[in-house]
């Protein structure tokens, strides 16, 4: 399926349109208000409402109940395949959003992504002989020692194994499950820590209590800006998506295509960087001039990063994450 560029040659909207928009609050929803949702309402002359929830069980909720207020929520990139095999988005609109600039994993027929982040091997240089420089150095416990620790949760870290253990990040799907659970049967008598939160993550680190460990990118700059000794290995690391649907029975459908169409547009996915350090899952906002080479220098879906950071694909995970989970929950037992 090939989208189509989209131009928003409607009627002029009148001043009491509005839509709903749902995310994960905090210093992340206040982000996508001054890089996405502020130049939308200025664009289509709206008013975009806020709300925040706690993920897709929700959305699930109101639409089974048939009593859905929503308009258009914000989810990672599983929950949005887990969403569209339930049937709880609308099908979007191809003549009206378009995904030039996209990557193939970053959209589907109901959802598409709005920004990405990357999971990426972190080290304090400080600590260490000789430094890492990517997953498969992490592995390499006999000429890279150091204390280490890892991500509590199979997807990205059944990708880093493969990684490691040499598959090209072209070639990962689908994941040879065993293989990769034999390599981290291979590492885990040497993991000193399993972290669940991206606190954790950067607690371990500051405190000292590892060297090395894959982290989220964005957690990275909260250490350099304390003044912490940390670098980042961008070679295999992993690039997962944050992305956008409409409810099934949305009560603005219409609208909310039009805005999702503005969101993942170049010129608005440019504004990203100056507020989060997320990068713009457009790769045509690195071409509009607007993200400073600073921020173009630590964005995860920067071009040089993409050439050496493996997409991770939500349709594959939403298909089988609960029985991995439940494979990776037998794995941390043993």
Not at 122 to 147: C, H, I, M, Q, S
Not at 184 to 201: C, F, N, T
Not at 308 to 327: C, F, H, K, M, N
Request: aromatic letters at 10%.
């Amino acid at each position: 399926m090939i989208a189509a560029s989209a131009g928003l040659s409607a009627a002029p909207l009148h001043a009491e349109d509005s839509l709903t928009y749902v995310s994960w609050g905090g210093n992340y929803q206040q982000a996508e208000r001054d890089a996405f949702l502020d130049p939308i309402e200025d664009e289509l002359g709206i008013t975009i409402r806020e709300e925040t929830y706690t993920g897709v069980h929700e959305v699930r909720a109101q639409v089974l109940s048939g009593a859905v207020t929503w308009d258009i929520v914000d989810l990672g990139g599983f929950e949005c395949a887990q969403g569209q095999a339930e049937g709880l988005f609308e099908d979007l609109d191809w003549n009206v959003v378009s995904t030039e600039g996209l990557d193939e994993n970053a959209w589907s027929d109901t959802w598409v992504s709005i920004l990405y982040y990357s999971t990426v091997l972190a080290y304090n240089p400080e600590a260490l002989e000789k430094a890492p420089t990517n997953f498969t150095d992490f592995w390499d416990v006999e000429n890279f020692p150091g204390r280490r620790a890892l991500y509590n949760e199979a997807p990205t870290m059944l990708e880093a194994a493969l990684l490691a253990d040499g598959v090209p990040k072209d070639e990962l799907y689908p994941l040879d499950i065993d293989r990769a659970f034999a390599k981290l049967e291979e590492i885990k008598p040497h993991i000193d820590a399993w972290w669940d939160s991206g606190a954790q993550s950067i607690q371990l680190l500051a405190d000292g209590e590892v060297d090395m460990l894959p982290i989220w990118n964005g957690r990275i700059e909260v250490l350099k800006e304390e003044g912490f000794p940390v670098e980042i290995a961008w070679d295999q690391g992993t690039l997962s998506v944050s992305c956008v649907a409409i409810p099934k029975g949305a009560p603005n459908k219409d609208l909310a295509m039009k805005a999702i169409n503005l969101m993942i547009s170049p010129e608005i996915q440019a504004n990203l960087p100056q507020y989060i350090n997320y990068g713009p899952a457009n790769a045509l906002a690195f071409d509009t001039g607007k993200i400073a080479e600073d921020k173009v220098a630590t964005s995860p879906s920067a071009p040089e990063h993409l050439k050496v950071l493996a997409v991770i694909s939500p349709s594959y995970w939403g298909e089988r994450l609960t029985e991995l989970d439940e494979r990776w929950d037998a794995f941390m037992l043993k």
